[in-house]
């Protein structure tokens, strides 16, 4: 590399960054296909991970040991920093919404779900073979949930949440300019957050 010429060096430079930019303006196309508009781009190496994120999975959250896509059904928390490790970039897609009552918010969830794996299936059908979604919420892909990877009836569509991958979801959203805030009741306006890895 240190005797690649200078020219050369920034010839190729320039070509992976043209790369870079045709590569985002598809997945944005597709994106907006999919009926989503906003959303913002983040280096993954900005993607926070942390233990005090799985502490909270394991001592205070009902899902744990009940969902098929939540903890203790996942990665350890070092083999999760590994899998965002293995990109340079991911897509969030924010969510602001309210409901009348706690439990309309699984619908509503279950309904974002089906188009955000919909818009993983795209992104990769382009040449994108690493896609990967993160659900906005912990898998409501059906209406009981197995509790178990093993068990999952719907492993084709199943995928966790970031929170479910410790990751520091506040933290990371707000790195690039999203707002969310610690909600009182159910009435206040949720801003939940997929995130599709892709490069
Ligand atoms: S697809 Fe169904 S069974 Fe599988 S993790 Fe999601 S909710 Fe559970």
Redesign the pocket.
């Known amino acids: 590399m240190q005797d690649m010429p200078l020219k050369k060096r920034n010839e190729d430079k320039t070509k992976r960054r043209r790369l870079e930019i045709n590569n985002r303006k598809t997945v944005e196309t597709i994106i907006r296909e999919h009926g989503f508009s906003d959303y913002r781009w983040i280096k993954s190496e900005n993607i926070v991970v942390a233990h005090w994120v799985r502490f909270k999975c394991i001592f205070g959250c009902t899902s744990y040991g009940r ?3 939540c903890p203790p059904q996942v990665p350890a928390v070092e083999e999760c920093r590994a899998f965002f490790n293995d990109y340079s970039e991911a897509v969030i897609l924010r969510f602001a919404h309210r409901v009348d009552r706690p439990e309309d918010r699984v619908d509503w969830s279950r309904g974002i779900s089906e188009k955000l794996i919909a818009l993983e299936r795209q992104v990769f059908l382009n040449g994108f073979h690493k896609a990967f979604m993160l659900f906005m919420d912990e ?4 209406s009981k ?2 509790g178990s990877r093993e068990e ?4 084709e ?2 995928r966790p949440g970031p929170e479910s991958l410790a990751v520091d979801v506040f933290s990371t959203v707000r790195s690039v300019g999203y707002p969310i805030e610690v909600l009182t009741d159910y009435g206040c306006e949720m801003n939940r957050y997929a995130f599709l890895m892709v490069e």
């Not at 898998?139 to 059906?142: A, E, F, L, P, T």
């Open positions: 969902k098929g896509t898998c409501r892909m059906c949930c197995t999952c009836v719907r492993k569509v199943a």
